[in-house]
């Protein structure tokens, strides 16, 4: 069997490119042992990923990746959750109210600023579209083919990420309650590339204090831009505060055309990994 998994993907369901499962069918065509279905603030995708998982032999991890607040970009991964739970979807759906209106926002931002981008243009990009279930990969994508940007990341660089002139914040639940959501559902949480908030230990330490102490499970150890030095700076944090080493690629197909399933900046997510959640679980 194959050493290599991928606990961070992302289908239609969300914000990436394959439909659920292609993007099953595609892990288990390079090579991977496992790997887990992560869509934002969704678990729609979840049931054809694990059938076609189950139909093709490949190791299915129900998961979902919630944005939590923060004065930086946090977002928390559950991974083995009941994708069925009742106070996981409710508050899900609560989620993706605050997207639609976020998407709403930005659209009018982008009108005021002379781009002439519309709801069409965002819910035509995937079957079964809604402007809860499409963000800001959707919008660049839609910005790059109206000619207001050459690539998705530019998009995002000139117009839509934080500080930008287009950018919204959105309603998100708490670090707390965002673990909690995921608990509930039976599932472990694991804090997505900490990069994003610091790749300093100093100022991530008393972040990942302060996550430990409301249930933080896990931490990405593994992803698709860290440098070696920055993925010991996480398994240090994970030793001192006890918590499962995790990580993936975050894949999002044509979305993030430099990102492959399956492969992180410092080779690939080694299937003892994925053994250390299991027995965390009971699996």
Do not use: W
């Amino acid at each position: 069997m194959t050493d290599k998994i991928d606990l961070h993907t992302h289908s239609t369901a969300s914000d990436g490119t394959f439909a659920p499962s292609e993007l099953a069918r595609y892990a288990k065509k390079e090579g991977l042992a496992a790997a887990a279905i992560t869509d934002h603030d969704t678990v729609d995708g979840v049931a054809e990923f694990m059938a076609e998982c189950d139909k093709i032999g490949l190791e299915g991890v129900a998961g979902v990746e919630i944005s939590a607040q923060h004065d930086k970009t946090m977002h928390i991964v559950g991974l083995y959750i009941d994708h069925e739970n009742t106070r996981l979807n409710e508050k899900l759906a609560q989620l993706r109210g605050g997207r639609e209106e976020r998407n709403r926002k930005m659209l009018a931002l982008l009108r005021e600023n002379g781009m002439d981008i519309t709801k069409d243009d965002i819910i035509s990009q995937k079957d079964g579209a809604t402007m809860a279930n499409t963000g800001r990969a959707h919008i660049a994508a839609a910005l790059v083919k109206k000619g207001y940007a050459e690539t998705i990341s530019g998009a995002f660089e000139k117009y839509l990420k934080r500080g930008r002139s287009c950018y919204v914040k959105r309603f998100t639940y708490s670090p707390e309650e965002s673990i909690d959501m995921i608990h509930a559902a039976g599932g472990i949480a694991v804090l997505a590339h900490p990069i994003l908030i610091s790749d300093d230990y100093a100022a991530l330490r008393p972040v990942i204090s302060e996550l430990k102490a409301v249930g933080l499970d896990g931490m990405e150890c593994y992803y698709n831009n860290y440098t070696p030095e920055f993925r010991g700076v996480c398994f240090d944090l994970c030793a001192e505060f006890g918590l499962l080493p995790s990580g993936g690629s975050d894949f999002h197909g044509a979305n993030k055309p430099d990102v492959k399933i399956g492969t992180v900046s410092t080779g690939f997510v080694p299937y003892s990994v994925l053994e250390g959640i299991k027995k965390r679980v009971g699996r």
